[in-house]
Structures are given as C-alpha cells and as structure tokens.
C-alpha cells in the first residue's frame, strides 16, 4: 500500500493511546430524559433511501444518530411502534449495558434484519448528547485533534453500467477520486475507460454480503481488475477455490468491509487483513467498535472510512470518527450533497476541513 493511505493520526497507532478507546469513553456522564424518531428520505436514480434519525434529549441538550437500516418497512415500523429507552442517570457504559437488560434486549423489543444499525444510532446518539452536556468534543476526550479528511465518491454506474457518473464529477472537479461497485457484467471497455481516469481508489466486489449482488467470482476478472487497477483496493472478493490464488498474490491490496462486526471477525478472515473499511453502524456497539480500532491500530492494519448512504448525522459522524483516526484514507464519506448529481450544485473538494463549529461527537449539530 501507498504511504500516503495512511492518516497523520495512525502514524503513532502503537502507542498507549490506543491501548483502550472505550476505557477513555465508557465512565462520560449521561443524563436522558427523553427521545424522539423523525424519517427522512431521498430519491436518486430511480431508488429511494429512507434513514431515521434518532434524537436524545437531556439537561437541554441533544444528541443526534441515524438509523440507516435498508428495508424501508423497518422504518415505517420504527415510526408506528415508537421507541422507548432507559431514562435516568448513566454512563456511556451502563447505558449500554441498560440496552441489554431494561427490560428485555433491545433487539427484541425492536426486531429487524440488522438490529446492530439501530443499537449504533441509539448508542452515537447517546455519546453525542454526553458529550455536549460535559461541553467537549470526541476529540477533546480522547486528546486527539479533527484533520481535514480525504475522501472519495461512490456513484451509481446505473443499468446498463457506463462511465458518464464518473466522468461529469470529474468536470466539475478534475481531483475527484472514486469507490466503484464492480457490475455484474462488467466489460472490457467499461473497466477500461474507468480506468484511464486514473480516478479510481477503491473496486468494491460485493461478494460478501448474504444477499446475490456483486461482481461474479470469477479468478480471470479478478485477475483483470488487480493489473488494469494498479493502486486500487479491492473491496469484499469471494475467497474459494477457484479465486484464491489470485487473490493471495495480491492480498495486502484486498480490503474487507461487510465481514467486519467484531475484532473476532477480523480475526475469522481468510487471512491477516492489511486494510479494512470501518463502518461504525455495522460494529452497533460503540465498545465493539473501539476495540476494532483498537486492534486494528496495535496491528498496523490501514483503515478508511465506509458509508451507508446516510443522509444525515450518521455521516457526519464517521466523517468525524475517520477525521480523528484515518484522515488521509480514501474513505467512501463524501458529503451527502454528492448523493444526488446536478449541474448547477457546488460539490465541495477533498479532503473536507473540519466544521467552524465543534460540539459533541464532532462534525453535526443543530
């Protein structure tokens, strides 16, 4: 990997500030008094995305967390149904804790696909209004300090696949660097032309997840992508009998993202990982995913920011986790203005220079 994929921040990652990220965290007062949920959604390109955002509230402060769950019906039914949390005194720790005895698992009194999106918007949500009510910032607490974060643009290619979403963000800013998802039936010609942009930082395969999306697991166009891309990661490959090979020659450019929930993760994959994409939505606990940074760190693992299509605090929030952590990364975190393409938008450069205003987690507030 190139050096300058590594954060400012991750230079010194063995030293003993990464010893325990949650130790730093886990005692921060909390008062909660109240919450309330409020939908909010976007159409783009023929799909709509519909996100709830969560809103803490206590000793007139708020904190913000987005619930970014895929099913639009789970956020209908979070709307119908309402959502009730442990009010009272806490710390960020017995909060969490409080998740899992008051009175039953939070999952199963809100039960969903991936209950680990919700659990992380309620418990951002939480360290966020802690935060603000001891007027700090994450960044103060941890005695760290907010860069400038670099990142790339995910656009849809669209059905068929073609470059023209590339290409017209390239117009408006020439620097613009990119994650693509590879198609399913990607051509000689696409993949070609993509890559004479010389744009492209990140080829997200999608063999990971459960469901059947992604690029085929087929070894010559795992071959293709490694030699035509030469300095981009590639995301989420099938790992089987047919594409190992490839793959373990090329394996400190392998990055891994939807496997990643849990330092034993990390440590179930097919290999040592040199590079993984930190979603914190998909750790759900705000412990589980200190102890990802932290391992990651004492391992000298590269990491960079992943997105869900957020649309608001939710982003914000991994923009700030990834200001402090991996700043230099190509991290999939653009501000949400690059969800939608349109000619007459300013579409700001990277990398982002942290908000004038700092409160709370760091680079939302309201």
Same mark, same amino acid.
């Given at each position: 990997?190139?050096?300058?994929?590594?954060?400012?921040?991750?230079?010194?990652?063995?030293?003993?500030?990464?010893? &325990?990220?949650?130790?730093?965290?886990?005692?921060?007062?909390?008062?909660?008094?109240?919450?309330?949920?409020?939908?909010?959604?976007?159409?783009?390109?023929?799909?709509?995305?519909?996100?709830?955002?969560?809103?803490?509230? +206590?000793? &007139?402060?708020?904190?913000?967390?987005?619930?970014?769950? /895929?099913?639009?019906?789970?956020?209908?039914?979070?709307?119908?149904?309402?959502? $009730?949390?442990?009010?009272?005194?806490?710390?960020?720790?017995?909060?969490? #804790?409080?998740? &899992?005895?008051?009175?039953?698992?939070?999952?199963?009194?809100?039960? /969903?696909?991936?209950?680990?999106?919700?659990?992380?918007?309620?418990?951002?949500?939480?360290? #966020?209004?802690?935060?603000?009510?001891? +007027?700090?910032?994450?960044?103060?607490?941890?005695? /760290?300090? @907010?860069?400038?974060?670099?990142?790339?643009? $995910?656009? /849809?290619?669209?059905?068929?696949?073609?470059?023209?979403?590339?290409?017209?963000?390239?117009?408006?800013?020439?620097?613009?660097?990119?994650?693509?998802?590879?198609?399913?039936?990607?051509?000689?010609?696409?993949?070609?032309?993509?890559?004479?942009?010389?744009?492209?930082?990140?080829?997200?395969?999608?063999?990971?997840? #459960? $469901?059947?999306?992604?690029?085929?697991?087929?070894?010559?166009? @795992?071959?293709?992508?490694?030699?035509?891309?030469?300095?981009?990661?590639?995301?989420?490959?099938?790992?089987t009998d047919a594409t190992r090979h490839v793959l373990e020659k090329h394996s400190d450019r392998i990055s891994w993202d939807a496997p990643i929930t849990s330092v034993e993760s990390i440590q179930d994959l097919p290999?040592?990982?040199?590079?993984?994409?930190?979603?914190?939505?998909?750790?759900?606990?705000?412990? $589980?995913?200190?102890?990802?940074?932290?391992?990651?760190?004492?391992? #000298?693992?590269?990491?960079?920011?992943? +997105?869900?299509?957020?649309? &608001?605090?939710?982003?914000?929030?991994?923009?700030?986790?990834?200001?402090?952590? @991996?700043?230099?990364?190509?991290?999939?975190?653009a501000p949400p203005v690059y969800h939608q393409y349109q000619a007459d938008k300013s579409y700001p450069s990277s990398p982002l220079d942290p908000p004038a205003k700092l409160t709370g987690i760091g680079w939302y507030?309201?």
């Open positions: 990997m190139d050096d300058d994929t590594t954060g400012g921040n991750q230079v010194d990652a063995t030293n003993s500030a990464f010893s &325990d990220l949650y130790g730093q965290i886990k005692s921060l007062p909390v008062t909660v008094e109240a919450v309330s949920i409020e939908g909010k959604h976007i159409e783009t390109e023929g799909q709509t995305f519909e996100r709830t955002i969560i809103r803490v509230r +206590g000793d &007139d402060e708020t904190g913000f967390g987005e619930d970014v769950t /895929r099913p639009i019906e789970a956020h209908e039914r979070l709307r119908e149904e309402g959502l $009730s949390l442990p009010t009272g005194e806490w710390t960020i720790g017995t909060f969490s #804790d409080a998740l &899992d005895t008051d009175p039953v698992r939070l999952e199963q009194r809100v039960p /969903r696909e991936t209950p680990e999106h919700l659990r992380w918007a309620i418990e951002s949500a939480v360290l #966020d209004l802690a935060l603000k009510q001891a +007027g700090r910032t994450l960044a103060a607490v941890l005695d /760290r300090v @907010y860069e400038p974060m670099a990142f790339v643009v $995910s656009p /849809r290619l669209g059905d068929p696949p073609r470059t023209r979403p590339v290409n017209r963000f390239l117009e408006a800013n020439p620097d613009t660097e990119f994650k693509i998802d590879v198609p399913d039936t990607p051509g000689d010609e696409l993949l070609s032309a993509l890559s004479d942009t010389g744009a492209i930082r990140v080829l997200d395969l999608k063999a990971q997840y #459960d $469901s059947n999306v992604g690029a085929p697991a087929d070894p010559e166009l @795992y071959r293709r992508l490694f030699e035509a891309f030469p300095n981009a990661l590639i995301e989420d490959p099938a790992v290999w040592e990982p040199t590079v993984l994409n930190i979603k914190p939505c998909q750790s759900g606990r705000l412990k $589980s995913l200190c102890r990802i940074l932290d391992y990651a760190f004492q391992h #000298d693992i590269e990491l960079y920011g992943g +997105g869900m299509f957020e649309l &608001d605090a939710g982003r914000a929030h991994s923009q700030a986790i990834a200001s402090l952590f @991996y700043p230099n990364s190509p991290n999939d975190l507030s309201r």
